[in-house]
C-alpha cells in the first residue's frame, strides 16, 4: 500500500519526457553495475522534492515505501548513496581560485551542464505540449496567447518576458560567506519565463557574490534555452542589471528592457531640477486614500558612457517620486524618495512602463517562494558548491515539471496550485498495489481515480514529443 498513489501521473510525465534515459546519458556515470541508474536517481530526487522532502534522510522515507517502489519498479535508494550521488556533482578542481576573502563564481562542472540539459528537456516538451503554433492562433486571441505582432511572414511571434532576480537563503555551513546583510547566506540567481512561469536559467552563488556579477552571462543562458525560432524577447531587472554592458548588448539585439536605476547624484539632481508640472499623479485602479503621495516623471537623462556610437539611441529613464501625505519623515530621515526606471521602451506611458517593470513582482519571485517554501531549495545539504548547485538546478526540474503537470494533465482548478496544495489534493491519495496476470494495478479511490488520476494519466500518455 501507499500513500502516494497520487503521485503516478508525475512519474509518467517524468518518462514520458524521456529523463530517465537522458539521465543516463549525461548525469554522472555509475562505477559499478549494480544499483540504480543515474536517470532513476534524478527521478527520485525530483520526486523527494514533489512531495516536500528537503534532505537526505526524506530518501529513506520513499524507500520505506513498498507501494511506491512497485509503481516506480525499483527501490529508491538509501540516503548515504542519495548523497555520494549528490556529492559528484562538485569538481574541487573548478574552485582553485577561490579566494580566502572576496566573491568567487567558479565554474560549473560538465554534470552540472547535464542538468541543464534536462531542464531544457523539460522545458522544449512545455512548449511542444502547451504553446500552441503560433499560426493557429486567431488574431483575436494573440494578446491572451502571449504573442506579439506578426512578423515578416505574417505569423504571431511569442513573447518571452525574462525576469532576473536572486534570493538570499542563511545558512550556518562551514566555509559560508556572509551577504550584504552581514548573515552567513547562499544567493541563487535564477531567470524566470514570465508567460509561462518556467525557470529558464538558474546559478547557486556564495551570500557574498553580488547579484550584478554574470547577470548577462545568466541572460544569455536563459535565452539559448529556447528552441530556434522567432521569439520577442523583454526583460525586467532589478538595479543588478544596471550595468551598460548590458543595456547596450540588449539594445543591439533588439531586445525591449526596463531596469531599476542606480540613483546616482548626476540622475537625482536631474530629477530634482524637473518643473512641478512634469510629475503626473498616480492612477491608482482602485480608489483609496493612501499614507504616501505617488507620481511619475519622463527625465531627460543621458548617463556618460566611455563610448557611443554615432547612430545609439538614448534610453528612457521614468522617476516615480514618493511623498508623504502628513508630511512625516521616512525611516531614514527623507521627505521625500526617488527611484527611476530605465527602458527602451518608448511604446507605452509612463505609469503603463513602471507597473510593467513591476510585475516581475508577482512572476520571478513567485519563483523564489517556491524553490524556497515550497520545494527544497530553502535549505541546501552541502558545504560543497557543486553539490549544493545541482540540489538547486533539481528544484527547478522539479518546479518545471510540477508547471507541466499543471497544464498537461489536472483540471484547471489546479492551473495556480502551488507545490503544496498539489501534495494536499493530488499526491496524497492512498492506492494498493496489486499483482495479477503478470501485471502491477494500483487501486485507487474511485472518485479519485474518474477525476484526477485517470484522465491525468490519459492526457499525458496522449503527448507527442519530439525528444530529439
Known sequence: MTAWAGICPLIMLERKCGLVELGDRVLPEKESSRGLRSGQMLECFALLSAMGGECYEDMEILRGDAGLAAVLGYTPPASETARQWLDKFHDESLMAGRPLQGSFLPPESKHLAGLEELNRRVIWSYIQTVMPPSWQIPESQWKACGVGEPGKDGKPIPWVTLDIDAHLVETHKEGARPCYDGYTAFQPMVVTWAETGLILADEFREGNVPASVGTLKLVNKAHAVLPLGSWRIRIRSDSAAYEQDNLDEWNQKHWEFAVSADMTPQLKGDIEALPPDAWQPWREKIKKETEVI???????????????????????????????????????????????????????????????????????EQSHDILKNELGAGVYPS????????????????????????????????????????????????????????????RIANEAWKKLIGPGQQKIGGMVLDTC
Open 294 to 364: 505617488r507620481e511619475w516623471a519622463e527625465v531627460a537623462y543621458v548617463p556618460s558612457k566611455k563610448t557611443e556610437k554615432k547612430d545609439s539611441k538614448p534610453n528612457r529613464y521614468v522617476a516615480i517620486r514618493i511623498r508623504s501625505r502628513q508630511r512625516e519623515l521616512f525611516s531614514d530621515g527623507s521627505s521625500v524618495r526617488y527611484f527611476a526606471v530605465v527602458s527602451n521602451r518608448w511604446d507605452i506611458e509612463g505609469q503603463e512602463l513602471l507597473e510593467w517593470h513591476r510585475g516581475k513582482a508577482g512572476t520571478v
Open 383 to 442: 558545504g560543497k558548491h557543486g553539490t549544493n548547485a545541482a540540489w538547486l538546478r533539481i528544484q527547478v526540474i522539479t518546479h518545471n515539471l510540477l508547471q507541466l503537470l499543471k497544464k498537461v494533465a489536472l483540471p484547471e482548478e489546479y492551473a495556480t496550485a502551488k507545490p503544496k496544495r498539489l501534495r494536499f489534493a493530488i499526491f496524497t491519495q492512498f492506492g494498493q498495489v496489486v499483482r495479477h496476470a503478470g501485471r502491477v494495478l494500483l
